[in-house]
Nanobody
Framework: QVQFVESGGGLVQPGGSLRLSCATS????????MGWYRQAPGKQRELVAA???????NYADFVKGRFTISRDNAKNTLYLQMNSLKPEDTAVYYC??????????WGQGTQVTVSS
C-alpha cells in the first residue's frame, strides 16, 4: 500500500496562492496515476486533478487554468500549485491514487482556507 502525508495548506486571501505537497511511502507511487482530492464541510470528497505516471495532467473544470499538478517520481512526491484561490476552494485537500476504484487509505489531509 501507499501511505500519504499532505502538507502546505493554510489561510490565504482570495486571489492568493499555495503549494501543496504529498510525500508518499510504501510501494507503488511511480506506477500509479495520482490525484489530489478535496472535501469541503458538508460535501462529498471530489477529485480536483490527476496526473499520469508519465506526467500528463487532467483537471476538474472548476480548477482549470488556476491549479497545476505535478509529480517527482524520484522523490515519490506529488504537488499541487494553486493560484487565484477563491473562497469556494476552501476544503481539506488529500492526495491518493488517481483512480477511484483503487483508492488507498486516506492520509490526514491539509486544510486550505481562503478568506479575507
Amino acid at each position: 500500500q501507499v501511505q500519504f502525508v499532505e502538507s502546505g495548506g493554510g489561510l490565504v486571501q482570495p486571489g492568493g496562492s499555495l503549494r501543496l505537497s504529498c510525500a508518499t511511502s510504501g510501494s507503488g507511487f511511480s506506477f500509479y496515476r495520482m490525484g489530489w482530492y478535496r472535501q469541503a464541510p458538508g460535501k462529498q470528497r471530489e477529485l480536483v486533478a490527476a496526473i499520469t505516471v508519465g506526467g500528463s495532467p487532467n483537471y476538474a473544470d472548476f480548477v482549470k487554468g488556476r491549479f497545476t499538478i505535478s509529480r517527482d517520481n524520484a522523490k515519490n512526491t506529488l504537488y499541487l500549485q494553486m493560484n487565484s484561490l477563491k473562497p469556494e476552494d476552501t476544503a481539506v485537500y488529500y492526495c491518493n491514487v488517481g483512480i477511484t476504484s483503487m483508492i488507498h487509505p486516506w492520509g490526514q489531509g491539509t486544510q486550505v482556507t481562503v478568506s479575507s
